[in-house]
């Protein structure tokens, strides 16, 4: 019993003791998985920052592998990269903490250009201004060369202008004595001159005292012939049947109209010195013929016509240029070279444009010359006023000549003296018949007062 008892107790304490070691077991093993949980966190959490820092692919590249091992047994590869960081810095810019815009700002340095390219452009341009340089030099020897050469000529030029400017003052010290001999002649000559002219003055201020009083005499007679002549002018005006105003050009009228035929009969014939080819401008009446008060051209009027026939007292005329106004029995006609009982003087001066094609010539001037002639008219030549001349005909004013230039050659100077004698010869007609009360008619006036359609 005593064995069995024994036997039982071990049982039990073999059995306390198994469960013991089973918790202690389960204890040991609950701790350890803790530990081996926590473990693993925290290497994946180192892992993931180191990949932070740097990958397992970068740790496998040669430069890193080379820097690790420098780094070994003295720092970590942060501080080693970190050192060489600073001291790149310190190179480049001068300041361990600048980075690398500040680097590539303070050397100048703009996009993907690298340090190397541009000190090799640096370089090379030091080496090409070197050449420069040593180019320059050169050149600066060669002119330093020829300053030398110059001023040894300058210095042998110095002699010779001494050598020549004491030739010169002898010469000048003779001329001066020859100047000096000269102004006394000719203070011998001024005195002499001037005794001669107050003789001279002597001798004739007599002659010059008689012949103002006889001036005096000839302006006082020429007084007298000026008022007896406006005198004359004055009778002769009264008497010479001389068109004052274009209204008194009035010469005939339409007496009858054959309209289908265009053709009109006026009251003039031949006792009224009508001529085949006389023109005549058609009016309703004398006021038509007057001239505008703001441009002073004389008005177109209704119609130009031609003589075709003449009898004895009437003419028939073809109607040449008409308007929207009908002619009409009663309408005048007028012609400022024509009148029946008076002989016109015309001055036809300078050169006409008769057929409007923009060039005046003097064939033009003589074809209106030979019509004044043919209508009845006297034409008076030459270039000057006569005191019985009845009209003035200008022809296309000619212009004022411009400056010479200041090489100008003869021929130039030829031709504008004859412009500018053209010039004021038209001029001076012009403001002397004004002056006289003279009509003046243009080539418009004229072709209006006679009926003349352009050729």
Do not use: C
Not at 32 to 53: F, G, M, P
Not at 78 to 100: D, H, K, Q, W, Y
Not at 308 to 331: E, H, L, M, Q
């Amino acid at each position: 019993m005593a064995t069995r008892a024994g036997s039982g107790s071990g049982m039990l304490v073999s059995l306390v003791v198994f469960v013991v070691a089973t918790v202690a077991l389960l204890v040991v093993s609950i701790v350890l998985y803790a530990d081996a949980t926590s473990a693993t966190q925290a290497r994946q959490t180192a892992e993931a920052e180191l990949a932070n820092v740097i990958t397992s692919e970068e740790r496998s590249r040669d430069v890193v592998r080379a820097m690790l091992a420098e780094a070994a047994g003295r720092q970590s590869l942060f501080a080693e990269m970190s050192a060489r960081n600073e001291a790149i810095a310190t190179f480049v810019a001068g300041n361990p903490n600048a980075t690398l815009d500040d680097m590539r700002r303070d050397l100048g340095i703009d996009g993907d250009v690298t340090v190397r390219s541009t000190l090799n452009d640096v370089r090379g341009n030091a080496r090409r201004l070197g050449q420069e340089l040593e180019s320059a030099r050169s050149d600066a020897a060669s002119a330093n060369a020829e300053v030398s050469t110059l001023e040894g000529r300058i210095a042998s030029m110095r002699q010779d202008q001494e050598k020549s400017l004491a030739a010169s003052q002898a010469t000048i010290a003779e001329y001066a004595a020859s100047v000096d001999s000269l102004k006394q002649r000719t203070d011998d000559a001024v005195a002499e001159i001037a005794d001669t002219r107050q003789r001279i003055e002597a001798r004739y201020s007599q002659r010059v005292r008689d012949l103002e009083r006889q001036i005096d005499q000839l302006n006082e007679d020429n007084a007298v012939l000026r008022t007896r002549v406006g005198e004359l002018d004055k009778k002769v005006n009264e008497v010479r049947p001389k068109p004052q105003s274009p209204a008194e050009l009035v010469d005939g009228e339409i007496i009858d109209v054959v309209g289908g035929d265009r053709q009109v009969f006026l009251n003039l014939g031949r006792a009224d010195r009508i001529v085949p080819g006389i023109t005549f401008e058609v009016y309703s009446d004398a006021r038509g013929i007057s001239p505008d008060p703001q441009t002073g051209r004389y008005p177109r009027g209704k119609a130009s016509i031609q003589v075709i026939k003449v009898g004895d007292v009437t003419s028939t005329a073809r109607i040449v240029r008409d308007s929207a106004s009908p002619v009409i029995p009663g309408d005048v006609v007028a012609n400022a070279v024509f009148d029946p009982d008076t002989e016109f003087k015309f001055l036809i001066f300078g050169k006409f444009d008769v057929d409007g094609d923009g060039r005046a010539t003097t064939a033009e001037a003589e074809f209106l010359s030979q019509q004044v002639r043919d209508w009845g008219g006297i034409v008076v030549s030459g270039d000057e006023l006569t005191g019985d001349l009845d009209f003035l005909v200008l022809g296309v004013q000619p212009p004022q000549p411009g400056p010479l230039p200041p090489n100008a050659t003869a021929q130039q100077i030829e031709a504008r003296l004859e412009a500018q004698d053209a010039f004021d010869r038209y001029d001076r007609l012009f403001r002397r018949a004004t002056e006289a009360q003279i009509p003046v008619l243009n080539a418009n006036r004229f072709e209006v007062l006679t009926g003349t359609v352009q050729r």
